[in-house]
């Protein structure tokens, strides 16, 4: 581990002494100095106290803020602003890097699937998890619900009741806004929901093995809904305040990184999150509508539609939910 990354764990614990970091790390005082100016000229502000080293009271959002406290592998870039950060990890995982979170405060070029656009200004959460999982090409999709789950997860802990829609947003329900203060006129789909995250999964490998994968995240955290396309919402809106988005995001990478290491967690997480099961529904697909009740998801991603007929597999398309399964 790196000096500055081990520096940063140790302060989790309160004020050390530089004599006491040296021994901890290994290294001399000088290096144990110089990765505290680092880390100072980063704005983590480290403060110098009768008993040593201690972090600063309130971490920035900035790359040592959020690796401060982080409970996972990840080495963190962040920048102010970026084009896209699935584009940064994508230029990372070419250069042979992998266990990246890429962040930006703003994207100027953020993408949707389908190369649509991602509205990425500052105040959202904007990140892409690079990672090279041990895994076939074919089951890269378990990641997508992965994040979807753990995004929600965030959301919620942020006090905001989301839910899932398959294959790759997370959304707000009426209800769940209504509880909270709101900003403004709804904007809102068929069924009264409104977006608030979307995930952009990319990967390259062969058939047997996934070389990279990137996971792309994009949360509207402290976003003002009125810069938002309709149907969109953001945290802050529905909670009537700015939330913390370093814990926001600390929670959403690690629960990524904890269920894709149990996999087997990810299917019964996803089905207890998804505001798609049990909804009737309008896929739209590569080969054309399925228009039924969404009954179940399967490894490693698809949607199971019964149509009244049959019961068809969806493997990707846009999903909209008509209305809810007790109307
Ligand atoms: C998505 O695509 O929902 C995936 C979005 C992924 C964004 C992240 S941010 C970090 C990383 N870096 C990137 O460049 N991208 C990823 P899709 O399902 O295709 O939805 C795109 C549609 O959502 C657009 O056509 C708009 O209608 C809508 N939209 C755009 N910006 C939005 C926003 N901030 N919030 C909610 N909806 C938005």
């Given at each position: 581990m790196d000096t500055r990354r081990a520096l940063l764990d140790a302060l989790t614990d309160g004020p050390v002494s530089g004599p006491e970091l040296a021994a901890e790390l290994g290294v001399s005082r000088a290096a144990v100095?110089?990765?505290?100016?680092?880390?100072?000229?980063?704005?983590f502000a480290v403060k110098s106290t009768g008993d040593g080293y201690a972090p600063p009271t309130e971490?920035?959002?900035?790359a040592a803020g959020i690796?401060?406290?982080?409970?996972?592998?990840y080495t963190v870039e962040y920048h102010d602003a970026l084009g896209s950060t699935n584009d940064r990890a994508r230029e990372l995982a070419a250069s042979g890097e992998s266990s990246v979170a890429v962040v930006a405060d703003e994207q100027t070029g953020g993408r949707g699937r389908l190369e649509r656009e991602w509205t990425a200004p500052s105040g959202g959460v904007w990140v892409s998890v690079l990672t090279s999982p041990a895994?076939?090409?074919?089951?890269?999709?378990?990641?997508t619900l992965a994040a979807a789950v753990a995004t929600t997860d965030a959301c919620r802990e942020a006090g905001v009741d989301a839910g899932i829609k398959w294959p790759n947003d997370v959304l707000v329900g009426r209800e769940a806004r209504d509880a909270g203060r709101g900003d403004g006129e709804p904007r809102t789909n068929e069924r009264g929901d409104q977006k608030l995250a979307g995930i952009l999964t990319e990967m390259e490998g062969e058939a047997d093995r996934v070389s990279w994968l990137v996971v792309g995240v994009g949360i509207n955290a402290n976003v003002d809904v009125g810069v938002l396309p309709d149907g969109a919402t953001s945290l802050s809106a529905v909670r009537g305040e700015p939330v913390d988005r370093r814990r926001l995001l600390q929670r959403l990478l690690e629960r990524y990184q904890e269920l894709t290491t149990m996999p087997d967690r990810i299917l019964p997480?996803?089905?207890?999150?998804a505001e798609t099961l049990g909804a009737s529904v309008r896929v739209d697909t590569p080969d054309g509508e399925v228009c039924g009740t969404a009954v179940d998801i399967e490894f490693p991603g698809q949607l199971v539609v019964d149509t009244g007929d049959e019961c068809v597999r969806v493997h990707a398309g846009d999903c909209e939910h008509l209305r809810p399964a007790t109307e």
């Open positions: 100095w110089k990765a505290v100016e680092t880390l100072r000229d980063e704005g971490p920035p959002y900035g690796e401060f406290g982080l409970n996972v592998p895994i076939p090409t074919s089951h890269a999709p378990v990641c997480a996803w089905r207890e999150r």
